[in-house]
C-alpha cells in the first residue's frame, strides 16, 4: 500500500485534518496463511499536525505502536486464557516480552470499556503466584464476573486502596461483600462500609476449615485432660502399694475409674 500524494489525513491524536508530511514502512505480524507466516506491510502516512508536530496516522487493522493486527493479538489472547505467557511465546514463537505487551494492551482496552457501575455484591480473595509467599489481593463483582482491583499483597491497605476510590454512595450501595476469615480483610471492610458486620459474608470453606480446626482443639485439649486423670489413678495406685491402709481407698478409685475408660472413644 503506497499513499495518494496530495492526500489530507488525519492526525490520530486530535482528529485535525492536516497536510501529509511523508510515509514510512511498517510490518505486521498476521495470522498464518495456509500455515505459513504472513506479515502485512504498508506505507504509512505521516502527518503535520499544527498542534502535535509529525505523526503518523492510525491503521485500522492494527493498534498504534503494536507490530501485530488486531486479529492476530485477539489470537494471544484466546491462547493466554488456556496458558501461561511463557508456553504462548513458544507456540507462537515469540519473545516474552511481546505476548506480555499484548496482554497489556487488552488489559487497557479493557479498563477503556469499564462502566463505573456501583457493584451490589463484592468478592475479596487472595492469590499466591510464583510459588513463593508472595500474594495479591483480588475485589471482583460477583453479579458481573469482573475484576475490580488488584493490590499487592494481603494487608489491610491492599483492600482498603479499593475502599478509597469509592463515592459515599457507592459504599452504602454495597449489600454484602463475601471474603475468607482472614483479618485484614475484615478490618479494611468495617472501616469503610457502613453496617459492615451485617454485609461480610464469609465463605463456607473457610467456615468449615475453622469449626473442625476449633473441634480438633477442643479434642484435643479433653483427651489431654483425661490423660492427666490417668496419670493421677496411676499415682495413687502405686502410693496405695507402698501404704496398706490406702489400698482400700486405691482399690476404690481404681474400680470407679476403669468402667469410664473402657467407654471412651478411641
Known amino acids: 500500500m503506497v499513499p495518494e500524494p496530495g492526500v489530507t489525513w488525519t492526525c490520530p491524536q486530535c482528529g485535525r485534518t492536516s497536510p501529509g508530511y511523508d510515509s514510512r514502512r511498517r510490518q505486521w505480524r498476521h495470522l498464518d496463511t495456509c500455515q505459513y507466516k504472513t506479515v502485512l506491510e504498508a506505507e504509512v502516512p505521516r502527518v503535520q499536525c499544527a498542534e502535535h508536530g509529525v505523526v503518523t496516522v492510525a491503521v485500522p487493522w492494527a493498534e498504534p505502536g503494536s507490530g501485530f493486527t488486531a486479529l492476530f493479538e485477539a489470537l494471544v489472547i484466546d491462547w493466554l486464557k488456556e496458558a501461561s505467557i511463557q508456553a504462548v511465546a513458544r507456540q507462537l514463537k515469540l519473545g516474552w516480552g511481546a505476548i506480555d505487551r499484548v496482554m497489556q ?5 479493557g479498563l477503556k470499556r469499564r462502566t463505573t457501575q456501583s457493584p451490589e455484591y463484592l468478592s475479596v480473595d487472595e492469590t499466591a503466584f510464583a510459588r513463593r ?20 499483597d494481603r494487608k489491610t491497605e491492599s483492600l482498603s486502596a479499593y475502599y478509597a476510590e469509592l463515592s459515599g454512595e457507592q459504599k452504602a450501595n454495597i449489600r454484602a461483600v463475601a471474603m475468607d476469615m482472614w483479618p485484614a480483610y475484615i478490618s479494611a471492610t468495617e472501616a469503610h462500609i457502613p453496617q459492615a458486620r451485617e454485609k461480610i459474608a464469609f465463605d463456607k470453606f473457610h467456615v468449615a ?3 473442625g480446626r476449633s473441634r480438633g482443639a477442643r479434642g484435643r485439649r479433653a ?10 489413678r496411676r499415682v495413687i495406685v502405686a502410693r496405695a502399694s507402698r501404704r496398706p491402709e490406702a489400698a482400700g481407698r486405691a482399690a476404690a478409685a481404681r474400680s470407679a475409674y476403669l468402667p469410664r475408660v473402657r467407654m471412651s472413644p478411641g
Open 209 to 211: 476449615n475453622e469449626r
Open 105 to 109: 494492551r487488552a488489559v487497557k482496552r
Open 223 to 232: 483427651l489431654a485432660g483425661e490423660a492427666a486423670k490417668v496419670c493421677r
Open 133 to 152: 509467599h508472595e500474594y495479591v489481593t483480588v475485589v471482583t463483582d460477583q453479579e458481573r464476573g469482573i475484576v475490580l482491583h488488584v493490590a499487592d
